[in-house]
């Protein structure tokens, strides 16, 4: 358990750029009536645009972002988070699996006797 706690570790300290929330590819029309994404028959709309939506302290912040070297790092980022996720779920089975080992005393505890030891109101 040790060994895997450590290299679980080392994983999750390789994890960079992290990014939370998620990336959604846009198409935008622009204030010029005259302009191509105002066609009737055949708008050209301008983009793609990325939105990158995600949550500090419970609100939705939004960004828009151009293709390029910042998208792919929010972009790399919201793939390592969802692999900081993972890792931290496999994490929790293993350290609940040690709680429960390490009590497992109660396990065998009859139900009559755990609601019996129960101290009177
Ligand atoms: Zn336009």
Redesign the pocket.
């Known amino acids: 358990m040790a060994t895997s706690r450590a290299r679980l570790w080392q994983q999750l300290m390789q994890l960079s750029p992290i990014c939370s929330g998620s990336l959604h590819e846009q198409y935008l ?4 009536a005259s ?4 066609d009737r028959k055949e708008p050209q ?2 983009g793609p645009y990325y939105l990158w939506r995600r949550h500090i302290a419970g609100k939705q912040v939004n960004r828009t972002l151009r293709a390029g070297p910042e998208l792919e790092r929010v972009r790399a980022g919201i793939d390592n988070y969802h692999k900081l996720q993972e890792l931290l779920g496999d994490w929790l089975v293993q350290e609940e699996n040690q709680v429960l080992e390490g009590r497992r005393g109660v396990v065998s505890w009859g139900k009559k006797n755990f609601k019996r030891s129960l101290p009177r109101r």
């Open positions: 029309t622009c204030g010029k302009c191509r994404c105002h709309l301008h």
